[in-house]
C-alpha cells in the first residue's frame, strides 16, 4: 500500500547527540512536512519542502534541519537535542492543489 | 496571524449519541481550507474531514460532520451516534495561502459506556 513511512518509531538519544528522523513516502505528493509534538499539545509545523523549496517556520530553532534528497525522502536532523526536543515528530505528504494531508505513524524521541 | 482555538479540552459522551467538539479559527486569507484529525492513543493523525471556505454546504464523512459558520469563524464537528473507539484525540487544523497547516490544541474525547 502507498504510504507515509518514518522510521525509527521509537529513537533515544542523548543530551547533545546529533540524531537524524527519517520520512519516506510512496505516494509521489511534492510537499513535505515536518511537525514536532509534545506531549498533550498541538502538532507544530517545524518546516515543509514544497517540491524541492525548503520553507522554514520563523520560531523554528536552528537545531533543527532538514534534507530532502528526492521526492520520496525527507529528513529531519536536529544537531544538539536537548531535553527540551523529546516529542514525537510527525511527517506529512500532500500533493499541491489537493488538501488533504498523510501523515506518517510519527517518531517518538527520547533525549537523556 | 493564523491562529485556532479549541476551548474544550476535555468531553464526555454517552456511547451512541451525538456531540459536538468546537473550533474556531483566525485568519487574514480570503482561501483557506479547515480539517478535522482524529489522534488515538498510538499517535497516528486520521484525517476525518475537510471543509474548503468557499463551500457553501457544510461537509459530512459518514458519522462525521463539519458545521461550518463563515461568518463566526467556527467550524465545529460533530460526531453522531458516538462509539466507543471514538475515544481520542480530536484537532482541528486549518491550511493557509503559504501550503502551511495550523493546529488547535485539541479535544480529549471519551466516550462512555
Known amino acids: 500500500d502507498a504510504m507515509v513511512i518514518q522510521n525509527p518509531r521509537y529513537q533515544v538519544t542523548q543530551f547533545g547527540k546529533p540524531v537524524t528522523l527519517s520520512c519516506s513516502q510512496t505516494?509521489?505528493?511534492?510537499?513535505m512536512y515536518w511537525y514536532q509534538q509534545k506531549s498533550s499539545q498541538a502538532p507544530k509545523l517545524l518546516f515543509h519542502?514544497?517540491?524541492?523549496?525548503?520553507?522554514n517556520e520563523a520560531d523554528t530553532p536552528d537545531n533543527f534541519q532538514s534534507r530532502r534528497p528526492n521526492t520520496s525522502f525527507c529528513f529531519l536532523d536536529i544537531r544538539s537535542p536537548g531535553l527540551g526536543d523529546a516529542a514525537m515528530y510527525l511527517c506529512?505528504?500532500?500533493?499541491?492543489?489537493?488538501?488533504?494531508?498523510?501523515f506518517g505513524p510519527g517518531t517518538r524521541l527520547t533525549v537523556l | 496571524a493564523q491562529k485556532i482555538t479549541q476551548t474544550q479540552p476535555g468531553m464526555f459522551v454517552q456511547e451512541k449519541e451525538a456531540v459536538t467538539l468546537d473550533c474556531t479559527y483566525d485568519?487574514?486569507?480570503?482561501?483557506?481550507?479547515l480539517f478535522w484529525y482524529k489522534q488515538p492513543s498510538s499517535g497516528e493523525m486520521i484525517f476525518l474531514i475537510y471543509?474548503?471556505?468557499?463551500?457553501?454546504q457544510n461537509a459530512t464523512e459518514g458519522r462525521y460532520s463539519l458545521n461550518f459558520q463563515k461568518a463566526r469563524k467556527s467550524a465545529n464537528l460533530v460526531i453522531s451516534a458516538s462509539q466507543l473507539g471514538d475515544s481520542a484525540m480530536y484537532f482541528c487544523?486549518?491550511?493557509?495561502?503559504?501550503?502551511?497547516?495550523?493546529f488547535g490544541s485539541g479535544t480529549k474525547l471519551n466516550v462512555k459506556p
Open positions: 487544523a486549518m491550511k493557509s495561502n503559504f501550503n502551511k497547516f495550523y
Open positions: 471543509q474548503g471556505s468557499y463551500d457553501e
Open positions: 485568519t487574514s486569507d480570503q482561501s483557506y481550507g
Open positions: 506529512a505528504t500532500r500533493t499541491s492543489g489537493y488538501n488533504e494531508q498523510f
Open positions: 505516494l509521489n505528493h511534492n510537499v
Open positions: 519542502y514544497y517540491d524541492k523549496d525548503f520553507n
